[in-house]
């Protein structure tokens, strides 16, 4: 007779694995334009930070309702994460953000002591 020992499980660290949403940046006079991406997130499921000279974009998607028995799936329901430096020509004071349709759109103004200004000739 064999007899088998039974090893307990090895409890594996939980892998949370995050989507880089696609973003574009468009300069202004102003500032920055900042576009990211992010199907499916609501402003609730949205968490924009700045900490220690980085921008921190984190968005969560809702779960979906059962509609159906899923056949095919090509889209993954993934959340959002993505991190941008940011140097000392913004003002972090001033940013702000909206989401409209999946897409965030965030303001960030240049610092005062940064933009160009005219000197007047007496």
Known sequence: MNAQTE?????QAQRVSYLTPPANILETEDGYVLEAEMPGVAK????????????HLIGRRAPLEARGRELVRESTRLDFRRTFDLGPSIDTQRISAKIEQGLLLLQLPKAESVKPRKIDIL
């Open 44 to 55: 609730e499921g949205l968490e924009v930070i700045v900490e220690n000279g980085q921008l």
């Open 7 to 11: 090893k307990p499980q090895e409890k």
